[in-house]
C-alpha cells in the first residue's frame, strides 16, 4: 500500500469510528485514530516486506482476519518505512476494541440482500500491486479456499523476522 | 507516480465488498494468488499488541532521525515541483490549461491558489473551485476566486452559497458593486448586492449596499437602521443613486450628533450632495428633451 492510499484508507477508519460512536470531541480523537490505524498497517505492510510473500494475519483486529496477497511475477514496490512516533506514543488497547465494533456494524451494514451475514470479504487493490482482503474469522478456510491456499499451506512466521 | 496523477487517481478508491466466489476470480485475474500455494501466518494479535504498547516508543525513536532525513528530502522535490506548477498557473491565458490543473492540482493548495488568482480562469473552472470539497476547504483559494475581476456572477452564487467565511464573502461583494454598475448584466450584480446587504454581518451589508439598486430595499435599510448605532450604513444609503427621493429628504434634515460628523460620517452631507446631483442630472434631461 502506498503511504497516500494508506492515508486515506486510515481517514475513512477513522471518520467511520467517530460516526458510529459519537465520540467528543471528534476532531482530536478522529486525528488519534487515523495515526493509530496507519500504523497499523505499515506495521502489516512491514511484515510483508520481511515476509516477501502473501501473509495471512489472524486476529488483527479482535475477531477479524487480514490477508494479503501479491503479484509474484511483479517486484515489491513498498519500502520499509519508519513508524510514526506520534501514533506509538497514543496507540492504546481501547482503539482496537473501537475498529472491531466499527467493522462489526461495517460488514453487517454491506450485505447484499439473501445472504447470510458471514458472506463475504473486503479487498482493497493496492497501487503497488498488494491486495488486502479483510474477513471474519470464522470465514478464515473458505477465504483461504477462494485465494488458492491449500489447507496446509500456513507457514508461520518467526518472531524475530519482525524486527 | 507522479504527485499530480496519484493525487487524481486515488480520490474514491475504498475497500469494495466481495463475496467469495468474486474474490476467488479477481485473485486469479490479477495472478495474486501464491504459486506454491503456500501463505505466511503471522499472528495478528501479537502483531497488534506490538503496535499499541508502549514498547515501541524505543524503536520509534532510534528512527526519527531516518524520518526526519526522508521528510526533507521529500519535501524539497516535493517543494520543487509545486514552485514550478504554480508558476504555470501564474502566468499562462489559457482557460483550458487552467480547468486541467483544477482537475489535477486539487490537493495543491498553492497552486490552486495560482489558479483562482489567474484572471483567465473560466467560468466552468471558477464553478469547479468552488464547489469541489477539496479545494473549497481552502480559505485562501476562495478568497482569491473572491476576488478575482473575472468571477461570474453564477460563481458568485456559488461562493454565496458554500463559504460562510465573512472575508470570502467580502470580495464577492467588492467585486458585484463594481460590475453593477456597468451596462450589461448590471441588474445580475445589482441583485447579489441586495441578498448580500440583507446579511447580519455589519462590514458585508454596508460594502453591498453601494451596489443595491433596488429602491424598496434601500428604503428598508434606511428605516432599519439608526442613526446611532450605524451611521457608515445609512451614509452608504444616501450615497447611492437608487434611493427613493424621501427617503433622501428625510435624511437630508437629520441632525447629526457632534461625534459621527468628526468621524466623517455625514448622511446629511451625503444625502443632500446625493440630491444634488439627481436634481442636476434632472435639469439636464429636461434641456435635452426640450432641445430634440
Not at chain 1, 38 to 53: E, F, I, K, P, S
Not at chain 1, 107 to 133: H, I, K
Not at chain 2, 224 to 249: R, Y
Request: charged share 25%.
Amino acid at each position: 500500500m502506498l503511504p497516500h492510499e494508506r492515508k486515506r484508507l486510515s481517514e475513512l477508519a477513522s471518520e467511520k469510528v467517530v460516526e458510529l460512536f459519537r465520540v467528543h470531541p471528534g476532531e482530536f480523537y478522529q486525528e488519534s485514530v487515523t495515526h493509530k490505524f496507519m500504523l497499523l498497517l505499515q506495521t502489516v505492510d512491514r511484515a510483508v516486506v520481511v515476509a516477501n510473500g502473501p501473509v495471512i494475519y489472524t486476529g488483527l483486529i479482535p475477531g477479524y482476519d487480514l490477508i494479503v496477497l501479491k503479484k509474484e511475477a511483479e517486484p515489491f514496490l513498498g519500502v520499509f518505512e519508519p513508524l510514526d512516533p506520534r501514533a506509538v506514543s497514543t496507540a492504546d488497547e481501547t482503539c482496537l476494541a473501537l475498529l472491531a465494533r466499527a467493522c462489526e456494524i461495517h460488514f453487517a451494514s454491506n450485505q447484499n440482500e439473501g445472504e447470510s451475514p458471514l458472506e463475504g470479504v473486503f479487498s482493497f487493490l493496492g497501487e503497488d500491486g498488494l491486495m488486502y482482503v479483510g474477513f471474519k474469522s470464522e470465514v478464515k478456510d473458505q477465504v483461504l479456499r477462494a485465494v488458492g491456499v491449500s489447507p496446509d499451506g500456513l507457514v508461520p512466521l518467526i518472531r524475530e523476522d519482525l524486527q | 507516480m507522479k504527485l499530480s496523477l496519484s493525487a487524481a487517481m486515488f480520490r474514491d478508491r475504498v475497500p469494495q465488498f466481495m463475496t467469495f466466489d468474486a474474490l476467488s476470480h479477481f485473485v486469479r485475474e490479477h495472478g495474486l494468488y501464491p504459486k506454491d500455494g503456500k501463505i505466511v501466518h503471522a499472528d495478528g494479535k501479537d502483531l497488534a499488541s506490538r503496535v499499541t504498547g508502549v514498547d515501541g516508543m524505543q524503536q520509534a525513536e532510534s528512527r526519527i532521525n531516518a524520518l526526519v532525513y526522508e521528510i526533507k528530502n521529500v519535501q524539497r522535490s516535493h517543494r520543487e515541483t509545486v514552485k514550478k506548477t504554480v508558476s504555470l498557473a501564474e502566468n499562462t491565458a489559457d482557460p483550458y490549461e487552467l480547468h486541467y490543473m483544477a482537475g489535477m492540482f486539487a490537493e495543491q493548495k498553492e497552486v490552486m491558489r495560482a489558479v483562482a488568482k489567474n484572471q483567465n480562469v473560466s467560468p466552468q473552472t471558477q464553478i469547479l473551485i468552488a464547489r469541489n470539497p477539496l479545494i473549497n476547504q481552502d480559505r485562501e483559494t476562495l478568497m482569491n476566486l473572491a476576488h478575482n475581476p473575472s468571477i461570474t456572477a453564477d460563481s458568485m452564487g456559488v461562493l454565496i452559497e458554500v463559504a460562510n467565511d465573512p472575508f470570502v464573502l467580502h470580495g464577492v461583494a467588492l467585486n458585484a458593486v463594481h460590475r453593477s454598475h456597468s451596462e450589461k448584466e448590471g441588474r445580475l450584480y445589482a441583485d447579489i448586492c441586495g441578498f448580500l446587504a440583507k446579511d447580519q454581518d455589519y462590514t458585508l451589508s454596508k460594502a453591498a449596499i453601494a451596489g443595491v439598486k433596488d429602491p424598496d430595499l434601500l428604503r428598508e435599510i434606511a428605516d432599519n437602521n439608526s442613526l446611532i448605532f450605524s451611521p457608515s450604513k445609512l451614509g452608504e444609503v444616501a450615497k447611492n443613486q437608487h434611493t427613493p427621493d424621501d427617503v433622501l429628504e428625510r435624511m437630508s434634515s437629520h441632525g447629526l450628533p457632534a461625534l459621527q460628523r468628526t468621524l466623517g460620517y455625514d448622511v446629511a452631507d451625503y444625502a443632500r450632495h446625493t440630491l444634488e446631483i439627481r436634481k442636476r442630472s434632472r435639469l439636464a434631461e429636461q434641456e435635452v428633451s426640450h432641445s430634440l
